[in-house]
């Protein structure tokens, strides 16, 4: 098991940016595939990006695509999710997610999760 902690969420005005990390311990990390997924209220958690273990494959849900860079720096066991343009509709808990085995859209396949990060974008 791996042990996920998020930083980086506030409230933002719509337009504005953050950057949210992600730190990762406990398993070798540069062996993890990584990924980023968002919750709003009485919604289900939802696919935002997910980054391969050697960077190599980067994948975004369509909402983010333009707006959002996810990146990893193995060296220090951490990845980070660039948000630019922020949009109300971008409300959500962040989570981060890690899993040995592959990528997927789907929150339920992944291995580990961190407690999470609220970001509020206000109009």
């Known amino acids: 098991q791996v042990q996920l902690v998020e930083s980086g969420g506030r409230l933002v005005q719509a337009g504005g940016s953050l950057r949210l990390a992600c730190a990762a311990s406990?398993?070798?990390?540069?062996?993890?595939?990584m990924g980023w997924f968002r919750q709003a209220p009485g919604k289900e958690r939802e696919f935002v990006a997910a980054i391969a273990y050697s960077s190599g494959n980067i994948y975004y849900d369509d909402s983010v695509k333009g707006r959002f860079t996810i990146s990893r720096d193995n060296a220090q066991n951490m990845i980070f999710l660039q948000m630019n343009n922020l949009k109300p509709e971008d409300t959500a808990v962040y989570y981060c997610?890690?899993?040995?085995?592959?990528?997927?859209?789907?929150?339920?396949?992944?291995?580990?999760w961190g407690q999470g990060t609220q970001v509020t974008v206000s109009s």
């Open positions: 406990g398993r070798t990390f540069s062996k993890l595939h």
């Open positions: 997610a890690a899993d040995a085995l592959g990528l997927s859209a789907i929150w339920r396949d992944w291995e580990s």
